[in-house]
């Protein structure tokens, strides 16, 4: 990789500082553990001119556990897999942390980035020299998309682990910028159909929090698919969350799948097949067959295409299993 | 600095240091950050060196301006191919490289000018300021591609097959033995091309001393010193005394860098046209494109059996993707053929290869250089045909073994050869008579063997001179300082060769000071390639060291008047053997012998013995001695997703003789580590002939997560011409990783996957096929036609091949 190009650093000590900062510098993009961003402008994929470093800012930093779980976006990955609240309460919001990247990438990681984190692709995310000799695409320096350039619309796909558990459990995040504090569902925070502009979060807002409610009974699991055990980006995230009643019959199921579209895809009608059914081998695999039908991989990570698909389905049925309740 | 030895690990027959584990001597400074790798040198008004690099695969290099890049402020030298037009190549035989393109771009990521500026921003401005017009030919991408007539030669004019090297041996009556089997076999197996993966990328700094001295340094993290010496002559016109080049610490080479680089002799133009020092690093996509990897190999066996498991003719037929040069494909296309022999007794043998040229990064020597592929292809074959022949995997494989003394029926001669013993350590240890076949589905065990060379037995370039010489140097105050030309890329070539001078004179290699791989100062050593430095480097290491001991014996004999056959060197003494209170601490040895037996400097020197036979192809395969291994791999495959997760590998490696025990143990476990990389990993993808993955992240690599528990056994077999019945470990252990884990696959789940690297998605499509009830097997399908010309025949040696017990 080449160096990082150069930019100018203002660093913020509070969120409302941080807005400001990126409202004045319409330029600007945040930075938090920067394991995304600087090896993006490295690679020159990304090259913003100012970065509001959010590191110092320590109000975004820490896990409240009260009824529900409130984490600061700042908090790092591996603090966030190994705080006892969460491993306890919601253990596949730790599982899902634990499992990204590497041990020091989830040192310097934060959890709002990882929320956050850049659409990838194998021609967006190829060095610099390699893109030179094949033509930019449309997401950096270019303007068709090279997997499929006689579409308009840029096909990057969600690589985020934190977000498919977060919007099966109903966590919402807090959006912070000089016009205030609002709030949006997980569910609410991407964009279904465009790799570049793929957050709902505008440019000058920090995110700051992400808040999950309350369990009440509602289990969830993270199994996440990548050739190595480690650094690996998902080639497939499956988060699945199942309410069921003592007679062990789901009362709800939630299913949302990772990197297989530009933003973590729910699957309800796949889930929906559980629901009034208890978590049985024949109910777990039609689910999990109707989440597999639900998507279309793309040429765009490792692997080819039928296999991944393929995967959806085993690995749905995975999730489920874990899902099912003691002793049945 | 104490020295501590495990009492457990203590050496045998009477050696106080080899066979023994002291830290490596240069564990230390690497440990702590303070080896000085070319990239760490920084020399005054140094200047940074960048190369402009194709963005085509096949293409007419019609115009390269570069007038406005040389206006740049900050920049102080552009070169071109114009600047550097002399041809060279590793090879004498394939010179087919310029430093810069000439006339053709032949891959994507080939050099095309370069520059040399202030600063890494200034030089990459620069490359952005060469105009270069390009006219696009279509590209080769694959063999079957170069087969194709119809496509524009890459190495010639106007169009045809892009055939770059072709060998065609047969030894003995090859129908004559398939005439004699009672069943005969045939596959088809694809090794895909893989890279190094060094942590280093490669650097060079060069430095030019002005007229009238005019000399030129170059520092380089180079596996071969004096062949870039050689190079550079050449290429710069220069006298070879007036270059100088220092191979400083390699941090990871595996072949990857052996031959001569554009970055090198760039580095070395720029510094003579600006005056002033100029260093490249290059980066690590760079890294990939420079390449010299492992070759893609297209291969078919065939093999007679008797019913009894009896080998009676094989023939192999290998295609490899050499990439766009030659480098050392004229070996790598032999190698394809050569060694196969020196594990079985074959009783007569065909072999046929072809070596053609693509649109890619040049192919040429990766651990093992030329061998895992055939050998993955050879022992798959004969676990498949053990099935047929309801014989166990490693009955069959004991049935076939060459014998220790022999000479293979391509004239190889084999010497010392622990398989059989390798064989039964890895089958009791994992045990293999209680799980091959027997384990739970989804769970399985596979076996293979190898061998591999302890030094090619001719250099690169023939000629009849040692290829190792060494000098020692003691000092009035008793420092011991060793000359050698040998580098160290973390193989251990520094320890080895202050274990080798320390056992001899009773010192510890902790005492010994190394000067090493400066074309100034060491003498020869060709290099640190084709496993060949603890062998050769350590033979002439010992024989300075014994001349030294000589010089020292014979002072201390006249002055206390002990016979000197009776003295002995020994924890820092020599002493009379018989009476050991009789002698003097080493320092007053030195005070003795630099009056009596002055001056206190040897030499000593290695050439292997004759070995060649004298037919076309011949040069390829000879050693002076080979290492031997058999491994078993144990792993768990995932019947639905097809991911294989490799539980334990048990792996003997017949060593001769351990130097240090410590560090070969940890040349296997390295070995296996990227022998597992490159069997369900590592792979040059391309798509539409541009590398589809050169960077970490995408060219997967194993991690820790990755590596399994590996039990690791010496078998020491005491090499009568290896230094201290020493052989090599660096290569050797990596062969029959990858087969075995193929064939512990069929052993969990009943699937064929005749082609590396075995991924998920192969499994898993074979795993359909068996159950729609269609060949469970995924791998080639066919061969592309070609004509390999009539053989040359040799008749096999005189005695029966395998079974002929020599006298040394």
């Not at chain 2, 019609?62 to 030298?77: F, Q």
């Not at chain 2, 400083?248 to 133009?269: L, M, N, Q, Y």
């Not at chain 2, 209170?581 to 013995?609: D, I, N």
Request: proline share 7%; charged share 25%.
């Amino acid at each position: 990789v080449m160096r990082l190009p150069a930019f100018a650093y203002l660093p913020a000590s509070t969120p409302a500082e941080a807005a400001r900062l990126l409202a004045d510098h319409p330029d600007a993009q945040a930075v938090g553990g920067g394991t995304d961003l600087y090896p993006k402008m490295k690679r020159r994929q990304l090259e913003p001119k100012v970065l509001v470093g959010l590191r110092g800012v320590r109000e975004l930093r820490g896990i409240e556990a009260g009824a529900g779980l409130s984490v600061g976006a700042g908090t790092r990955l591996h603090e966030l897999a190994l705080a006892s609240d969460v491993r306890a309460r919601y253990p596949a919001l730790a599982r899902a942390a634990s499992l990204v990247a590497s041990p020091q990438i989830r040192n310097a990681g934060t959890v709002g980035g990882n929320l956050c984190i850049d659409t990838r692709c194998n021609y967006y995310d190829l060095p610099y020299d390699r893109r030179c000799a094949h033509g930019f695409c449309m997401k950096a320096g270019g303007d068709v998309c090279r997997l499929a350039p006689g579409g308009d619309r840029c096909w990057a796909v969600s690589s985020t682990d934190l977000a498919p558990v977060a919007h099966v459990l109903g966590a919402s995040v807090r959006l912070v910028s000089v016009r205030g504090e609002r709030t949006l569902p997980v569910a609410e925070l991407y964009t279904m159909d465009d790799g570049m502009d793929y957050l709902q979060k505008q440019r000058d807002e920090v995110l700051t929090a992400l808040d999950v409610p309350p369990a009440d009974g509602l289990r969830a699991t993270y199994v996440k698919f990548r050739r190595r055990g480690a650094v690996d980006f998902p080639l497939l995230g499956v988060a699945a969350a199942v309410r069921t009643d003592p007679d062990g019959i789901c009362a709800e199921a939630r299913l949302v799948l990772g990197a297989v579209a530009t933003a973590p895809l729910p699957v309800p009608h796949a889930a929906e097949l559980l629901v009034g059914l208890a978590l049985t081998e024949e109910t777990i695999l039609a689910a999990a067959e109707a989440a597999m039908s639900a998507t279309k991989p793309m040429d765009l990570l490792d692997l080819p295409l039928a296999y991944r698909r393929r995967m959806v389905q085993i690995h749905v049925a995975r999730a489920l299993r874990e899902l099912v309740p003691n002793g049945r | 600095m104490a020295v501590t030895i495990d009492p457990t690990q203590a050496p045998a027959r009477g050696t106080a240091v080899v066979g023994g584990s002291d830290p490596k001597i240069d564990a230390h400074a690497k440990a702590t950050g303070q080896t000085v790798y070319a990239d760490d040198i920084h020399l005054p008004r140094m200047l940074v060196g960048r190369l402009l690099r194709a963005p085509h695969r096949h293409a007419k290099l019609l115009r390269v301006d570069v007038s406005r890049a040389a206006a740049l402020p900050g920049v102080h030298g552009v070169l071109t191919g114009q600047d550097l037009p002399i041809r060279y190549g590793i090879m004498p035989v394939a010179q087919d490289e310029h430093a810069l393109a000439v006339g053709t771009v032949r891959y994507h990521g080939e050099p095309v000018a370069a520059v040399a500026a202030i600063d890494e921003e200034t030089a990459d401005e620069a490359l952005r300021l060469i105009d270069v017009e390009y006219e696009e030919l279509r590209a080769v991408s694959s063999i079957a591609d170069a087969m194709n007539p119809e496509l524009p030669l890459i190495d010639g004019e106007g169009v045809g097959r892009q055939v770059n090297r072709r060998g065609t041996l047969e030894f003995g009556d090859v129908a004559d033995g398939f005439g004699r089997a009672d069943r005969s076999y045939e596959d088809l197996f694809f090794f895909e091309g893989n890279t190094h993966l060094p942590m280093e990328e490669h650097a060079a700094v060069a430095q030019w001393e002005p007229e009238p001295r005019g000399r030129l340094t170059l520092w380089s993290s180079t596996q071969v010193p004096h062949y870039l010496h050689r190079t550079l002559a050449k290429v710069l016109e220069l006298a070879p005394g007036r270059i100088r080049v220092v191979a400083t610490p390699v941090g990871g080479g595996f072949g990857g860098k052996s031959d001569p680089f554009s970055h090198e002799i760039c580095a070395a133009r720029l510094a003579m046209v600006t005056g002033r020092p100029v260093k490249f690093t290059l980066t690590r996509e760079e890294v990939f494109y420079a390449h010299r990897g492992r070759h893609p190999v297209l291969m078919r066996v065939r093999t007679g059996f008797k019913e009894d498991g009896t080998l009676t003719a094989m023939a192999f037929r290998t295609m490899l993707d050499g990439g766009a040069f030659g480098s050392y494909g004229p070996a790598s296309v032999y190698y394809t053929g050569a060694l196969q022999t020196v594990t079985y007794d074959v009783p007569t043998y065909k072999f046929e290869g072809v070596r053609v040229l693509t649109n890619k990064p040049p192919c040429g020597p990766k651990r093992g250089h030329g061998t895992p592929q055939p050998r993955f292809a050879l022992e798959c074959h004969l676990d498949k045909v053990a099935t047929d022949l309801g014989i166990d995997p490693i009955d069959l494989r004991l049935r076939n073994l060459i014998e220790p003394f022999s000479r293979s029926v391509n004239h190889l001669r084999v010497t010392t050869c622990g398989l059989r013993e390798c064989v039964e350590l890895v089958e009791a240890a994992s045990g293999w008579r209680h799980k091959h076949g027997a384990l739970p589905h989804g769970r399985g065990v596979g076996f293979a063997v190898g061998a591999y060379l302890c030094g090619a037995g001719l250099p690169i370039y023939f000629n009849d001179m040692p290829q190792s010489e060494v000098q020692i140097k003691v000092d009035r105050g008793g420092g011991v300082t060793v000359y050698s030309m040998a580098i160290d890329l973390g193989q251990g070539s520094d320890n080895m060769l202050a274990s080798c001078v320390a056992e001899v004179l009773g010192l510890r290699p902790a005492n010994i000071a190394l000067i090493t791989a400066d074309t100034d100062l060491t003498p020869i050593d060709l290099g640190s390639y084709s496993s060949r430095v603890t062998f050769m480097a350590g033979n002439a290491a010992v024989q300075a060291a014994e001349r030294m001991r000589d010089k020292l014996f014979a002072a201390v004999s006249a002055d206390l008047g002990v016979p000197s056959e009776q003295l002995v060197a020994r924890d820092g003494r020599i002493f009379d053997g018989d009476d050991p209170g009789v002698g003097m601490e080493w320092s007053a040895a030195v005070g003795v012998a630099s009056v009596l037996e002055p001056p206190l400097v040897t030499a000593g020197s290695y050439k292997p013995p004759k070995l060649a036979g004298s037919y076309k192809g011949a040069g390829v395969g000879p050693s002076p001695s080979y290492s031997y291994t058999a491994a078993i791999v144990e792993l768990d495959c995932d019947s639905e997703t097809g991911v294989v997760d490799v539980d334990h590998v048990w792996i003997a490696h017949d060593i001769g003789k351990p130097i240090n025990r410590v560090s070969a143990e940890g040349q296997v476990v390295g070995s296996v580590y990227m022998a597992l990389g490159e069997a369900l990993f590592e792979e040059q993808v391309f798509r539409r002939g541009y590398l589809k993955n050169p960077s970490m992240l995408e060219y997967r690599s194993p991690t820790f997560l990755e590596m399994p528990e590996v039990e690791t056994f010496l078998v020491e077999t005491d090499d009568p011409e290896g230094p201290f019945g020493a052989k090599e470990a660096g290569q050797g252990p990596l062969l029959p990783v990858i087969p075995a884990v193929a064939n512990a696959i069929y052993d969990a789940v009943g699937v064929r996957i005749d082609e590396v690297p075995i991924s998920p998605d192969k499994v898993v499509k074979a795993l359909e096929q068996q159950a729609q009830g269609k060949e469970p097997r995924v791998g080639p399908k066919a061969m592309p036609d070609f004509d390999f010309g009539e053989p040359v025949r040799v008749d096999p040696p005189d005695q029966s091949p395998g079974r002929e017990v020599m006298a040394l």
